[in-house]
Every structure is written in structure tokens, then in C-alpha cells.
């Protein structure tokens, strides 16, 4: 069997924060899902997006990714990948894969 060494890649991420929020919106285009942009929305205590007639305290993104849409939640680093895709990522998992460069 053969052993495979995942490529250096570096990437662009936004961690979502209230503090970065601004920034993060910037980056990647907030708009409409049916444009094919991260939309805001309000998030259940199953942590599952709720209808728009629904609201809570907990507010996230509704981000199209290559894999479909995807939830990303505060504190979750948004990443453009190679292709220019989307993706959210949980703090812990991002930072054992990235470093600053």
C-alpha cells in the first residue's frame, strides 16, 4: 500500500465572531442561499436552522458548500477552499490542521 502527504496548501478563514462579524461578511458575500451565498439564520437547541418565522438567541450561517449547506455557528472559522467554496470548520478541528502563515 502507499503511503500519500496532504499538499501545503494555504487558504483564506474568518473566525465568526460578533467581533469579526463585519469582516467575515466581507468575505465571503452574505446573500441568499438561492444566489448561492451564506445566509444568516436562527439556530434550535438541535442545533438545526428554524424556519424564518422562528427566532432564538443563537444566531449562525447557512453556508452552500461543495457537500451541500451546512450550519456554521460562533466561533466556527469560515474557510475559502482551493476551489473558492465555502466551508465552516469548528475551532478545535481547525486548529490542529492550520497554522498561521
Known amino acids: 500500500m502507499a503511503k500519500y502527504r496532504k499538499k501545503p496548501v494555504v ?11 463585519d469582516e467575515m461578511c466581507v468575505f465571503i458575500g452574505v446573500g441568499k442561499l438561492e444566489d448561492g451565498k451564506p445566509q444568516g439564520c436562527y439556530i434550535g437547541s438541535d442545533g ?3 424556519p424564518d418565522n422562528q427566532t432564538s438567541e443563537v444566531i449562525g450561517l447557512l453556508i452552500p458548500t461543495l457537500e451541500g449547506v451546512m450550519v456554521a455557528r460562533e466561533d466556527d472559522f ?3 477552499g482551493v476551489q473558492c467554496e465555502f466551508y465552516p470548520c469548528k475551532p478545535d478541528i481547525f486548529e490542529q490542521t492550520y497554522e498561521e502563515a
Open 11 to 21: 487558504i483564506d478563514a474568518v473566525q465568526l465572531r460578533w467581533d469579526t462579524w
Open 48 to 50: 438545526e436552522p428554524l
Open 78 to 80: 469560515i474557510i475559502r
